[in-house]
């Protein structure tokens, strides 16, 4: 199946030079993520070394090389939000998922949580948002209660 995919995205770039941005692209939108063994059989076929497929996939942020959950949890932690809470707040998010440090995605793959830097929503902070959706002036319990509405629904 992987084999199968990773052929049909070759296929489109095989003779284009400069291509491993878009190959990235295709690969996380077939997989949702960037597998490692994606990568390494790319760089086979295409003979690219896979230092250059990582290079780009870790410069930018638009790239995951891990699998991400089916609902997407954005922390702003600019300094608005940053001083008005934003990081109990997600420790209480990390402690009621049960994600354990060092990752971001709980065991069953429902949620992802991310940091941003800034979101520019400072007269809201501290903001979270779910799904895209923007939730403003959180504390650790509203932050809680509209995730339990989540996984409620999931």
Not at 2 to 27: N, P, T
Not at 32 to 55: C, H, M, Q, R
Not at 71 to 97: F, Q, S, W, Y
Not at 141 to 152: G, N
Request: aromatic content about 10%; charged content about 25%; glycine content about 6%.
């Amino acid at each position: 199946m992987i084999e199968k995919k990773c052929e049909q995205i070759l296929d489109k770039y095989y003779s284009e030079k400069g291509s491993v941005i878009s190959i990235l692209q295709d690969v996380q939108e077939a997989f949702g993520y960037i597998p490692e063994d994606t990568v390494f059989w790319f760089s086979e076929k295409l003979n690219i070394p896979a230092s250059n497929f990582f290079g780009v996939a870790t410069f930018y942020a638009q790239f995951y090389l891990k699998p991400r959950g089916k609902n997407i949890i954005t922390a702003c932690c600019g300094t608005a939000c940053h001083v008005k809470g934003a990081e109990p707040m997600i420790n209480r998010i990390r402690a009621d998922l049960a994600i354990a440090e060092g990752e971001d995605t709980t065991h069953d793959g429902q949620f992802t949580i991310e940091k941003l830097a800034c979101v520019g929503a400072c007269s809201i902070a501290p903001v979270l948002i779910v799904n895209k959706k923007v939730y403003g002036n959180m504390s650790p319990d509203k932050a809680s209660k509209t995730l339990k509405e989540f996984e409620k629904n999931k």
